[in-house]
């Protein structure tokens, strides 16, 4: 037998006891920590555009993506592009999309200090990160307005925009 439990904004008592009842039973209970595509379609609109774009062509490649394909030019810095993915798992976490112990759906990597080489998606999560994605970009709602409520995410998302704006001499 299988039960899902969603409860939106519960009452605190309500919810303390529901963690007790839980916590009595925990041997019997199963977290669900995998990605679904509906995880995955939260996960990718409440990314800056910088990270959706990482993601996004992760998916797109396979699974994984070169640093080459993501710089303007050779000297530009990834720097600050895997904290926002972070960040957006765990606000997924505070929101209560997903449980506290998600895996990263994305990874970068490199030799530990100093540029990143790409970002690596697992085999496993490219199909479902394709199809929300996918499903994402179809229907236009790029970016829920409530997913991007870090003063730092919003920082991020006005330079994107102000980065796509036209250089002038």
């Known amino acids: 037998m299988k039960i899902t ?3 939106d904004q519960p009452t605190g008592d309500f919810q303390k006891r529901l963690l007790e009842l839980l916590a009595d039973h925990a041997a019997n209970i199963e977290i669900d920590t995998t990605w679904s595509v509906a995880r995955a379609e939260s996960y990718y609109r409440s990314l800056p555009a910088r990270a959706r774009k990482i993601v ?3 998916a797109i490649r396979d699974g994984y993506v070169p640093a ?3 710089r303007e030019n050779e000297d530009s810095s990834l720097r600050g592009h895997s904290a926002a993915l972070s960040r ?3 606000r997924g976490f505070m929101r209560g999309l997903w ?3 998600m895996r990263p759906p994305i990874e970068a990597q490199g030799p530990g200090f100093g540029k990143v080489v790409g970002y690596r998606m697992p085999d496993d999560l490219v199909s479902t990160f394709y199809t929300a994605i996918a499903r994402t970009e179809t229907s236009g709602d790029l970016i829920d307005a409530k997913d ?3 003063a730092s995410d919003s920082v991020q998302a006005l330079t994107d925009v102000m980065n796509m704006a036209p250089k002038r001499s």
Do not use: F, H, K, M
């Open 5 to 7: 439990i969603s409860i």
């Open 88 to 90: 957006a798992l765990r």
């Open 56 to 58: 996004r062509e992760a």
């Open 99 to 101: 449980p506290e112990d």
């Open 68 to 70: 080459e394909a993501l």
């Open 148 to 150: 991007i409520n870090a």
